[in-house]
T-cell receptor, first 116, second 114 residues
Framework: GAGVSQSPSNKVTEKGKDVELRCDPI?????LYWYRQRLGQGLEFLIY????????KSGLPSDRFSAERTGESVSTLTIQRTQQEDSAVYLC??????????????FGEGSRLTVL | GQNIDQPTEMTATEGAIVQINCTYQ??????LFWYQQHAGEAPTFLSY????GLEEKGRFSSFLSRSKGYSYLLLKELQMKDSASYLC???????????????FGKGTKLSVIP
């Protein structure tokens, strides 16, 4: 597709279950970001992938969170043993490159996670 | 890391001009972005500044002063559809990790009233 695609768009799960969120970036974009946005709050950085470099995981809130990316394509964000505080919209964004004069991020529509 | 501050909420009248300020502290500045986010939607790109000065794009302008760690977004001829959150984001060159992390402020919720 032409834009960043995320799935599922909505996910309701029970506390303690594992969830997997998927992001399909724009073709050719080497940079991929995951952010978390709680209701009424700003965007919280989680993790950043740039090409084949080691990802910047400095924003992951706990070891229950992990993310993978295969080359410059699909990324998955996994949350294990979900807690109610994990309820948020998880936004994925991709960018043509990590640096340079224009590193505009293109966002997906997000995956809304609700942990009961 | 970064510390990005912007007002939580602002209200302005249709047809008026509004300025949304953003201050930041970072060790490896590599650009400042403004994004617009309507309720329930994904953020969309508005502007980018890496050098000092004013960048104008239609009704929207963005200003940067790197020495002061300061930026503003100026919206002219406000329209009702401009009611949204405006997010200031700073890109930091984390030389240790070899990455360009983009950190967002908490956003300014702008309400445009008739």
């Amino acid at each position: 597709g032409a834009g960043v695609s995320q799935s599922p768009s909505n996910k309701v799960t029970e506390k303690g279950k594992d969830v997997e969120l998927r992001c399909d970036p724009i073709s050719g974009h080497t940079a991929l970001y995951w952010y978390r946005q709680r209701l009424g709050q700003g965007l919280e950085f989680l993790i950043y992938f740039q090409g084949n470099s080691a990802p910047d995981k400095s924003g992951l809130p706990s070891d229950r969170f992990s993310a993978e990316r295969t080359g410059e394509s699909v990324s998955t964000l996994t949350i294990q043993r979900t807690q109610q505080e994990d309820s948020a919209v998880y936004l994925c964004a991709s960018s043509p490159g990590g640096g340079g004069l224009l590193g505009e991020l293109f966002f997906g529509e997000g995956s809304r996670l609700t942990v009961l | 890391g970064q510390n990005i501050d912007q007002p939580t909420e602002m209200t302005a009248t249709e047809g008026a001009i509004v300025q949304i300020n953003c201050t930041y502290q970072t060790s490896g500045f590599n650009g400042l972005f403004w994004y617009q986010q309507h309720a329930g939607e994904a953020p969309t790109f508005l502007s980018y500044n890496v050098l000092d000065g004013l960048e104008e794009k239609g009704r929207f302008s963005s200003f940067l002063s790197r020495s002061k760690g300061y930026s503003y977004l100026l919206l002219k001829e406000l329209q009702m559809k401009d009611s949204a959150s405006y997010l200031c984001a700073v890109r930091d060159r984390n030389s240790g990790a070899g990455s360009y992390q983009l950190t967002f402020g908490k956003g300014t919720k702008l309400s445009v009233i008739p």
